[in-house]
């Protein structure tokens, strides 16, 4: 079954790597994300957002996900597994998730004012841990879009707050804002101009003042400059998408950060692929010789960002 992220994230503190935290909507995503991290040996989150649930039906994606825990067993040594809620945005559906047997949710109060994200936090601690389910919580908002919040520039996290907050939430671990933000258009650069490094003294200063307490990263994707390359020249138009340099995700890996969140790049790689068979084979009408292809990009990309970014592989 799903565990919760408290070893989970315990070991990645004590051992310097970040958990990742792949999104699914889809069935071909989702065997990739399972796949590339069996047979990396990387312990995994697979999170669900409300626009997934909208998507694809909740109660289809807990049924893929608890299949996804079983496919594991087909295909090598299964590796833990957390389904989590992304960017849960009240008590009823932080509810609905962890009665539904979710592992872990995300309350998302991040844009509401300091003490009303408190108190909302709070009550889905209360219930999530009499339910053994973890709790990410939220201080600081990411410039991005953010589900259905949006806003122009980032407000850093007040590393003066996470003391008083986590204590008073009891929330299991804490997303900060430091620069990323979601999507891919995460900097308004020029292509090859360098983008402006995240704000690593304000995570030094939130692990300093939470000893041993797990930060997460959103909107953490690299935007692989191959994967857009390849989208604009079988026909696609992404301007100037560019994303987290992944020396930094090394850093951030390495430090208290214990979860990475990673949607867009997945997002991006399968498109460059189905793309990629559109055009050079305009005669194929059957979904897997497209989907086929998208999926082996993906379990490619996941695979080498455990290896390569994360340090989450061969860890299980
Ligand atoms: O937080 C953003 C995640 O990438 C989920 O995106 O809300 O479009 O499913 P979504
Ligand atoms: P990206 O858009 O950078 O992949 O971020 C995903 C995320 O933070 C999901 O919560
Ligand atoms: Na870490
Ligand atoms: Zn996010």
């Known amino acids: 079954g799903f565990v919760n992220t408290k070893e989970m994230f315990a070991n990645a503190m004590k051992e310097g790597y970040a958990v990742p935290a792949y999104n699914f909507n889809n069935m071909e995503q989702l065997q990739a ?5 069996v047979e990396s040996g990387s312990p995994v989150i697979v999170q669900v957002s409300s626009g997934a649930r909208k998507y694809a039906n909740a109660t289809m994606l807990r049924w893929m996900a608890r299949g996804a825990v079983e496919m594991m067993k087909d295909i090598g040594k299964p590796v833990p597994i957390a389904l989590h809620l992304d960017h849960g945005d009240s008590f009823e559906l932080c509810k ?5 047997g979710f592992s872990s949710v995300m309350i998302d109060g991040s844009h509401l004012p300091y003490e009303e994200n408190i108190a909302l936090t709070k009550k889905v601690v209360e219930y999530a841990h009499a339910n053994d389910v973890t709790v990410e919580a939220e201080l600081g908002v990411l410039a991005g879009i953010e589900d259905e919040v949006s806003a122009e520039h980032h407000t850093y996290t007040d590393p003066a707050q996470v003391e008083d907050f986590v204590k008073r939430t009891g929330c299991d671990s804490l997303a900060i804002s430091i620069g990323t933000s979601h999507g891919a258009y995460k900097f308004k650069v020029k292509p090859g101009e360098s983008v402006p490094p995240l ?5 030094e200063e939130v692990s300093n003042r939470l000893p041993g307490f797990p930060i997460v990263l959103h909107g953490a994707s690299s935007v692989d400059q191959k994967a857009v390359a390849t989208i604009n020249q079988y026909g696609g138009k992404l301007d100037n998408a560019v994303g987290i340099p992944e020396d930094q995700l090394r850093k951030a890996a390495k430090s208290a950060v214990c979860k990475i969140n990673v949607d867009s790049d997945g997002r991006l790689v399968m498109t460059a692929a189905v793309r990629k068979v559109f055009v050079t084979k305009p ?3 059957d979904p ?8 082996t ?3 490619a990309m996941y695979k080498e960002k455990n290896q390569s970014v994360l340090g ?3 860890r299980v």
């Open 283 to 285: 005669e194929e009408f």
């Open 288 to 295: 897997r010789k497209y989907l086929g292809p998208a999926r």
């Open 312 to 314: 989450s592989a061969n």
């Open 199 to 203: 704000r690593f003294d304000i995570l």
């Open 33 to 37: 994300i399972v796949t590339a991290c």
């Open 297 to 299: 990009d993906l379990i």
């Open 96 to 100: 609905d998730c962890i009665d539904s």
